[in-house]
Structures are given as C-alpha cells and as structure tokens.
C-alpha cells in the first residue's frame, strides 16, 4: 500500500535569512560572518526504508525534530523529497495541520464547502453530509461565525469532522487526537477505530505512546531523521521509553 525506498529529505537553513532585509541589515551592524554554505543543510530524514501493507495501522514515534512530521508530507505528495521513493497504492486522505486550508474571513459553514473542495468532495456530495459533519463537530451554534474568531480547537474540530466524513483508503494522521476536549478526544479515536476496521491503512504520527499502543499493529522509531526500530508495537514502544528515560 505504501512503500517508501531510501527516501531523504534536505533542507537548507540559510535560504529564508539570505531573502530577509531584517536580517541583512542584522548581519551588517554586527558584522556577522556567513557560514559556509554546507554547514547550513539539513537533513530531515536520510535514507528512511519500509513499508505500510494494506489494512496496518503503522504508528511513527520519535522526539521533537525526528523527522516524523516531514515523513508524512513526503508521503501524502506535499514535499517531494531529496533523494529516495515513495510508492502509494490507493487514495490518500492526510489530516496534517487540520485546519491549513481554511479562509478565517470566511464563516464555518463556507469553510466546510470550502476545504472539502480541496479535500476533492464534490458540492452535490457535501450537502448529502452537511449535517453530519456540523453534528460531528459539536459546532451548529457557530456555523455563521468568522473562522479567524475561532480557538485552535474549535477550528481543529471543523477540520477533522470535514476529514473524515468518508473512510479513505489511506489515512495519514498527525496528532490529531489531542485536539478539543476530553469528550471530543474520545470521540474522535472512536472515528479512527470505525476507520481502521472498515480497513483504512494508517500512518499515525503521535507523541502519546498509550495512543501508538492503543491503534498501531507495528511502529516505526525514528531519530534524528534515520530509523532506529521497526517492529512489534510494545517492543518498539518500550525501547522509545527507556531510552528517552536514560
């Protein structure tokens, strides 16, 4: 369902500073010297390998700055990565930074139509699901409202009702089950729990190892952008925890 092949990811660093006129005149009045280009590179990820076969729900763990995060925009098409390849089989649905694709000046509900446009849902389809989403969100007294007067979790809520109004066949996940309230957490991991026995592949990114060992049948451990463990969940998550312990 998803194969990825040596992939790795570079970013240069110094790129956004030498476009900055804040920063040319920074480095002007300190008289800061500019390092060697080489020196600025960044790699996210370098030489990540493995697979993701059709009904597994594969959990990426890993510390702040891992490379989880840009794994899954590699996957889902968003970035294009340095070297390597990535093969998906079937149609992917990525909730990554629910909530990137609404307009804040525009109200809930031209947002709905909106997003799911961009998540390729048809007009005629989101009116068949209008309700169901705004149910699902716990929003119909704010569907009139400005969603730039929304908090983060009222927005990440719109978002991922939006999301998952239909069951992909593949599901890329980044974090999204700490969003909103207590209730609504449980609300959506039962989402994802319908998802994942209908047969959704999933690529789950989470820093909540009861949530990796909750959903996950294998766990890929990643550090630093190279992985250091693939395998059986509870193994693969106990290792993380000690290690991060020391």
Not at 95 to 109: K, P, Q, S, V
Not at 125 to 148: A, G, N, R, T, W
Not at 190 to 216: A, F, N, Q
Request: hydrophobic fraction near 40%; aromatic fraction near 8%.
């Amino acid at each position: 369902m998803i194969k990825i092949e040596n992939v790795s990811m570079k970013f240069n660093l110094e790129i956004e500073k030498d476009f900055s006129m804040k920063q040319a005149f920074v480095d002007l009045f300190t008289k800061k010297k500019k390092k060697n280009k080489k020196n600025d590179d960044f790699w996210a990820l370098k030489n990540v390998s493995f697979t993701v076969d059709k009904g597994e729900v594969v959990g990426l763990i890993g510390s702040n700055g891992a490379g989880k995060s840009t794994l899954l925009k590699v996957v889902s098409g968003v970035m294009k990565p340095t070297s390597g390849k990535v093969t998906v089989q079937g149609v992917i649905s990525p909730m990554i930074e629910l909530g990137a694709g609404f307009d804040g000046n525009l109200t809930a509900r031209e947002n709905i139509y909106l997003n799911g446009a961009i998540l390729g849902y048809s007009k005629k389809f989101l009116d068949s699901k209008f309700e169901e989403i705004v149910d699902f969100s716990e929003l119909k007294d704010f569907l009139d409202v400005p969603v730039k007067n929304f908090s983060s979790g009222m927005t990440a809520k719109l978002a991922f009702s939006i999301a998952t109004v239909v069951n992909p066949e593949i599901l890329i996940v980044d974090e999204i089950l700490s969003v909103g309230d207590i209730k609504f957490q449980e609300k959506s991991k039962h989402k994802m729990m319908e998802m994942i026995k209908g047969g959704t592949t999933v690529l789950y990114v989470s820093h909540s190892l009861d949530s990796i060992k909750d959903l996950c049948t294998k766990v890929v451990w990643l550090e630093h952008g190279k992985v250091v463990k693939i395998g059986d969940t509870e193994k693969v998550c106990d290792a993380y925890y000690k290690d991060q312990m020391k």
